[in-house]
């Protein structure tokens, strides 16, 4: 961030170090000097010592003069100096050409030095910008932060049926549980509410299914790339097959050469001479082709062994990348699913209502109190009933509602992450008041939250004391809201 500050008498001065700039052309040589050699950077704000004359930045003296230390040029080091600003080098820099910061990065701007801040700060597509909606804190580059700002859970919004709320697009989204005028004010299961929320997240799943499709692109050129070496092998076998008729060739027009010179000197001699020598040839001429015949075999079979061994060693190395990619992919998918499957129930009531009378002290399940449930769309079920006790302390009357939770076997358990370790919300409406109960799994004994393999076999309960109430006991209703986990979707 680009701090700006007036002084009295002066312009505007920025508070960072020097430009981390590059001169399109070298700085002509009557400008000295034009880094500075604190930073090393170019100066920004330029200002000049009276001890040895030389520039430094306004923010890199000023911490020297700060922390009371001498001069830093090394050939200087006096104690104590003054500065004062150096408005010849300032213009002279502002107007060189440079190009941006980051360049590297991609970015093509090329200007004068002078408007190099307002570039960075406005229009250069690669410098990090934080979201512009308090509470948000995201960061990216300012060409990504468009995007993000138009669907950030920050942005402003009014909700759209009493036109009269307004927060951030998350806090109304949590206002239309409460708001009278939503559709789903009028549904006891407040599908609407579950449909809204369903959009927003399948919106952020596509997202992620595109960026994990460009992945897969990738992968598919790793595929291409070995299916492009195989082409290769083969064309390359076909030259190596082409060189060796070419050799073979050659080597028999080098013998014939050989032979018909020989022939030439012994036609010169004579008529005995001749006879002997040509014998003599012969016999040499088939001892130096037995001869070239056998190392051209030996140099053909190592260069196929070569080649085989070559051979083998990509495939194998294929086969490793196949099986990597395949892995890969199967984690990414799963993952994905598991994701997509993390939706949201509606509520569910346990249709319990009060009071109720204590026949006899000790606990006691409640009727019409059992519920069996899947935690989210997809996801674990679950199994609950409530139990009271009924209890005297000191001549009063109590009732402690317990619930007993099971995991039970469900159709969706090979695609979830075991053992269980989600939050049940349940909700108790006494009288008119409603509070809300969270029942941490992970607190759970081992036993009570892993995964059970068939529905006759039936897993450990857990059992959590949700309220305490004296008699006479008021009207309740419990109500199991949702299951809640600890990483976001």
Partial sequence: KIIMARRKGEDLECSRAGYRCSFVETPPFVLLQSECPICSRVLRNPYLTDCCGTSFCRTCIDGVQRDERACPVPTCQKPAFAVMRDKRVEKAL????????????????????????????????????????????????????????????????????????????????????????????????????????????MTVLETKVDEHETKMAEHAQLLNFGATMDQRMQALEAKVSDQKQILSEAQSTHLRQLLEEKLCEQR???????????????LRARGIETGMETERTKAFEQFDIKMEEFRKEMKKDMEKHALDVAEMSRSILTSLLFKVSKLPVPPL????????????????????????????????RLHANLEVDDVNDKGDFFSKYNILLRVTCGEFDDCLQWPFEGTLVISVKKD???????????EAPLECKSRVLSDKIQSQAWMKEIIKVKHPSPQLEFTIQNVKFAEAI
Avoid at 128 to 140: A, E, F, I, M, P
Avoid at 362 to 372: A, F, H
Avoid at 432 to 442: A, P
Wanted: proline share 4%; glycine share 8%.
């Fill in 94 to 201: 502002r107007e060189l050409i440079v190009v941006c910061e980051n360049q590297v990065s991609g970015c093509e701007w090329k200007g004068a030095l002078g408007n190099l801040d307002t570039h960075l700060e406005r229009s250069c597509s690669f410098v990090n910008v934080t979201c512009k909606y308090n509470g948000c804190g995201t960061r990216g580059l300012r060409e990504e932060m468009s995007a993000h700002e138009e669907r950030c859970g920050r942005r402003p919004s009014r909700c759209e049926y009493c036109n009269e709320y307004e927060s951030s697009f998350d806090g109304v989204s949590e206002h239309w549980r409460t708001c009278p005028k939503h559709p789903a004010a009028q549904c006891p299961n407040q599908i609407a509410d579950a449909l809204s929320k369903l959009l927003e997240r």
């Fill in 349 to 380: 009531k346990m249709e319990f209502a009060h009071p109720h009378k204590v026949t006899k002290l000790g606990k006691s399940v409640l009727p019409n109190s059992e519920r069996t449930f899947y935690s989210h769309v997809g996801g674990f």
């Fill in 432 to 442: 008119r008041e409603v509070k809300q109960h969270f029942i941490d799994f992970r």
């Fill in 268 to 282: 010169n001699n004579g008529p005995e001479t001749m006879y002997v020598e040509q014998k003599a040839t012969e």
